[in-house]
Nanobody
Framework: QVQLAESGGGLVQSGGSLRLSCAASGPIFVTNTMAWYRQAPGKQRELVASISRGGTTTYADSVKGRFTISRDSAKNTVYLQMNSLKPEDTAVYSC??????????????????WGQGTQVTVPS
């Protein structure tokens, strides 16, 4: 069974830093694009950053220059380094693995997976 486990959230003062981690576990044979999304209260979920299997990254305009996404493909893990945090960064951050391939019985499946989410709070 494939699972995504996030860690690293918490409460940090404005201007501070946090590093989120998301580790995919299970009978995985390939991870493709992995990404971080966030959802603040009363707002729609938004893409924060993504990283392709080859290392190409994309960022939301609101986090460019402050956040850095990276991955360790050997560990099926994606990271989000968040610097210069602002109150408007407060949200639940969720990890997504797009078209992850895993063994299932005598065959395989390719599906999207989500982590359970981790809270990041930056008080104003």
């Amino acid at each position: 069974q494939v699972q995504l486990a996030e860690s690293g959230g918490g409460l940090v003062q404005s201007g501070g830093s946090l590093r989120l981690s998301c580790a995919a576990s299970g009978p995985i044979f390939v991870t493709n694009t992995m990404a971080w999304y966030r959802q603040a209260p009363g707002k729609q979920r938004e893409l924060v950053a993504s990283i392709s299997r080859g290392g190409t990254t994309t960022y939301a305009d609101s986090v460019k220059g402050r956040f850095t996404i990276s991955r360790d493909s050997a560990k099926n893990t994606v990271y989000l380094q968040m610097n210069s945090l602002k109150p408007e960064d407060t949200a639940v951050y969720s990890c997504n693995a797009n078209t992850l391939g895993y063994f299932s019985g005598s065959s395989y499946k390719i599906e999207d997976f989500w982590g359970q989410g981790t809270q990041v709070t930056v008080p104003s």
